[in-house]
């Protein structure tokens, strides 16, 4: 009989970033200690810029502003995180037969594109080489949008950071960097592609119950 894992969900509401770091960090620390279950952290954060730890990411960092730029230990390059940007965390630890972030990637990706379909968005796709998730690679006949990005670290096992899916954000922030070394104009939302409002609340259940699948979780 296989054992499912359980995995708390917090649901944050619009916190502040570095707050919200801290407490992956203590969740992270109280994981390998085996003082905490696997959680995940549902969140909305007010304007911010984070730099990965790609190379180029400070060279993609254009105009930030009075957005605040806080450099941090996931992967990836430079990002914008905002109101109306659906934030996830999963703080897991990754057994035996999990041990594999190129496949955590994957997961992740999946696990959005199923939300996505959830919500009505047909055509959200992996492309190859730009980790995250795409609208309209070559599909539909118009250039290729990004509507979510990942950008992950992992200690001892225990994965942190996450994915940031764009649900009705701004998207004018993202003129303040090179998101990802992309131009800013890739990228696009769940309401830009609806053409329509969308709620929150519904797209973040969806993102939820499908993460727990794709990563093997059951949600508490």
Known sequence: MTTVTRCDIVDLGLADYA????????????????EAP????LVEHPHVITLGRAQK???????????????????GDV??????QLVAYPILQLGEGERDLHRFLRNLEEAMIRALAD???????????ATGVWI?????????????????????WVTFHGLALNVTSDLGYFRRINPC?????VMTSIEAELGAP?????VKAGLAADLAVCLGRELA
């Open 181 to 185: 070394g992309f131009e800013s104009s």
């Open 119 to 129: 919500a009505g968005v047909a055509g959200a796709t992996r492309r190859g080489g």
């Open 79 to 84: 990002t914008y995180h905002g109101p109306g």
């Open 38 to 41: 696997d959680t995940l952290l």
């Open 136 to 156: 309209g690679a070559a599909a539909d006949g118009l250039p290729a949008r990004k509507i979510a990005s990942i950008g992950i670290a992992c200690r001892k």
């Open 198 to 202: 969308i709620d929150m609340g519904d």
């Open 57 to 75: 990411a400070k060279a993609n960092l254009v105009a930030p502003g009075d957005v605040p730029v806080v450099e941090v230990e996931r992967g």
């Open 19 to 34: 707050a919200t770091w801290q407490r992956q960090l203590e969740l992270v620390a109280a994981r390998q200690r085996g």
